[in-house]
DNA sequence: CGGGATCCGCCCGGATACTG
DNA sequence: CAGTATCCGGGCGGATCCCG
C-alpha cells in the first residue's frame, strides 16, 4: 500500500524545508481502499483476521492481509500470534493512533452532514458541463 | 480523481445501512496525492492557478487542474474567472470546508509527532522480514 | 496566463487457487 | 483459521505538446 517509502521527514538535519506538508504523508498512511476502516474496525477492540473479514463488507483476504501489514509496518497496529490449533491471531491498535482518533470521528461526522450538500454540487456540476 | 461517484450516502430512505463507514468517503474526497495541498494552500486564502502551482513543489500543470476540478465538482473549492487580459483566475474554499480545518490541522500535528516513531517502526520491520 | 488533449507506465486492488 | 501466490485489468498520475 504505502510500500513507496513516504518522506515522513527524513534526516532532521540540514534544516528540514519548511514546504514540507505532513498531510499527504497521514493520507498515504489511512487513504487506501481500506485502511482506514480496517483502523475503525480495530478501533472497537481487539479483533481476529476472520472478524475483521467478515466485519468489513466486500474486503477480500488478499486486501485485508496487505491492509494490516501495512499498517502494521508503518507501526499503527500489532499483530500477536496465539499458538493455538487451529491457529488465532489478534490485531490490535497501537497508542500511536489514539491522538488521531478523534480527529478522524471528526471528519466522519463532517461527512455525514456534508454528504448531500456534496452530492448536490456534483449533479450541478455534472449537469452543467 | 474522485470521478468514481462514491457513495456518498445515497437514498436516504429505505434505512440507510448501519455498517455503512463515512470514512473512506471523506478520504476519497480529499485522499488524491495532490487535494490535501492544495487545500491547505487555499486555506491561507484565495490564489491564482500559477500561484498554486508555484506554492506547491512537484505538481505539474495536469495534475493542479485536475485536483482543482475534482474539488470544485465536489463543491470544497470555488474558482471564478476575472474577464481580464491577461486570464486571471481564483481559487477559494467554500464555507463547507470550515468545519474540517480542525480535524485536518490535528492529523498534521499528529504526523510531526508521529513521524520519527512510524520511521523506527518501518524500520524494524523491514529489518527484521 | 490557464488551461485541454493525448499517450503511457505503474501500481492498486479484484478474482482465483493453493497452503501450513 | 489465516494466510500466500499468481494473474490481470483499470485508473491514477507523470510527461509532453497544443491552444485561446
Redesign the pocket.
Known amino acids: ?4 517509502n513516504i518522506a515522513v521527514t527524513d534526516q532532521p538535519g540540514a534544516g528540514a524545508g519548511p514546504e514540507d506538508c505532513p498531510l499527504p504523508e497521514v493520507l498515504a498512511l489511512i ?5 482506514a476502516q480496517v483502523l475503525v474496525e480495530l478501533g472497537a477492540g481487539p479483533r ?4 475483521l ?1 467478515r466485519a468489513i463488507e ?12 501495512d499498517l502494521e509496518r508503518n507501526g499503527l497496529v500489532t ?1 500477536t ?1 496465539h499458538p493455538d490449533s ?6 490490535a491498535t497501537t497508542p500511536l493512533i489514539e491522538d488521531i482518533r478523534e480527529p478522524l470521528e471528526a471528519l466522519t461526522a463532517w461527512a455525514r452532514r456534508a454528504a448531500p450538500v456534496i452530492t448536490a454540487a456534483r449533479r450541478t456540476y455534472d449537469s452543467h458541463r
Open positions: 500500500m504505502s510500500q513507496r487513504g487506501g481502499k481500506w485502511s481476529r483476521f476472520t472478524q473479514e466486500g474486503i477480500s483476504r488478499r486486501m485485508l492481509t496487505v491492509s494490516l501489514r499483530r500470534v487451529p491457529p488465532r491471531v489478534e490485531y
